[in-house]
């Protein structure tokens, strides 16, 4: 097996040119000054989620003062950003912090094995630019994959679904060449990524038909700021961080108010829907069976969603489906939907480490029987840390947290000659839960099987709280007794 990297092994390698990865980077070239790294992305161009998704009208549903990253500002009044945005703001950072030469495109990493005797992983990698297999070594990684498969969407069968005349289209696999213009479209799906595509095609569309199997719940805001964003004419950096942490408290606020006081929220919520959307059946089309923030709250920059809706430009139907017909979707109640296009916008598929097979010792690990040290290491892999974002904020504030904590630890095992860490589980952990039971989305559900354990104590609970893990995570020491160096 040839490769242009044999006989080096770095000191870490970042795997994903998303924002995960790029915070990772630019955390390594700040705090680690003298690492020496890669960062190995699978795909021919960076950017991770902003890049891939090509759907009409693709954005953020964060505040890009809280879904951008710690060191860099966000200076545009308008804070809630498409994927163009996003992927101006990605690439200027990569400018800035002499990123390009370090990012290594078309490296589909297949798998990873850690080897206890020389502690060293060996990284087995497709390269598609020169069609040829190579290998990478490393003393550590950081796994900055995302947490779903960009192979696939979810894609349930629709009975009848060879008789529809027209195009079956899942975002994911969304391209240039679809033509919406003039036509009638279904789009089956009410989670963010349809909250997203309906007001945009409704704009050129003939008509859109949403069809869900049971609501959402959706917020209007604003998308650019009307007070806050003067604090940028004084002073960009100060003005960011104000804003910034504003939005944090701010995030955090409504989420423990929804959990401790759900059907106060519940009421809030549709209320402000209600005022959107009078006259319209709130009760059947906008108000979900689950509480708020058991599942992502889908957001409305500027009311779009719902002013497609009073415009008459989108129609909602909250039914099950029967099946696809030459002419459109066959709903239960024996309705037709007609439609030209029909967007399946049924969900994502998650999984670990964008789908690399880690073995340790030739062993192949199954994550479900890890544990979850501080929401980022597992007790059967050493030298490894997987950036997950929060469900209940922004990606971003855990990946620069989990990015510096790496740098910590790295820098940590340096100064003592450490060679390995790995997180072992007290002989009284308890398993409580999976790393996501908290949130009901089909997405989790789906995926409860191959995800990793909570326990009952710290360093073991998923947080999902930015405030407590800054201290914990930021501040925390390094040596605990949950995690052994050797």
Known sequence: MNTQFQNKIYDTIVIGAGISGISAACHLKK??????????????????????????????????????????????RKFIADGPAIMGYLDETIEENNLKDLIKFNMHIESASWNSEDSVWELRINNKKLNKLETIKTKFIQMCAGYYSYKSGHKPIFKGSEDFVGQIIHPQEWNSSIDYENKKVAVIGSGATAVTLI????????????IQRSPTYIASAPSKYKILHLLNYISPKLGYKIIRFTNILRQRRIYRRAMRSPELVKNYLLDLVRDELP???????????????????????????????????????????????????????GKLIEADIIVTATGIKLQNFGGIRIFVD????????SFIYKSMMYTQIPNFINTFGYINASWTLKADLTSKYACRLINFMNDNNYAKCLPIAPDDLEETKGFLDDFSSGYVRRAAS?????????????????????????????????????
């Open 31 to 76: 705090y680690s000054p003298k690492a020496n790294f890669l960062i190995l992305e699978g795909r021919d161009n960076f950017g991770g989620t902003w890049d891939f998704f090509k759907y009409p009208g693709i954005r953020s549903d964060s505040d890009m003062h809280t879904l951008g990253f710690s060191f860099k500002p966000w200076n545009s």
């Open 362 to 369: 030739e062993n192949e690990i199954d994550i479900s029987k």
């Open 450 to 486: 191959i995800t990793v354990k909570q326990g009952n104590k710290k360093p073991w609970i998923n947080n999902q709280n930015y405030l407590k893990d800054i201290f914990e995570i930021n501040y925390g020491k390094i040596e605990d007794n949950s995690l052994r160096f050797s």
């Open 199 to 210: 007001p945009e095609i409704a704009k050129k569309a003939s008509h859109v038909t949403m």
């Open 279 to 333: 006259g319209f059946d709130i009760e059947k089309h906008f108000t979900p069976t689950y509480n708020p923030w058991e599942q992502r709250l889908c957001l409305a920059p500027d009311s779009d969603f719902f002013e497609s809706i009073n415009q008459k430009r989108v129609s909602v139907e909250t039914e099950t489906i029967d099946s696809f017909s030459e002419k459109g979707v066959q709903l239960d109640s």
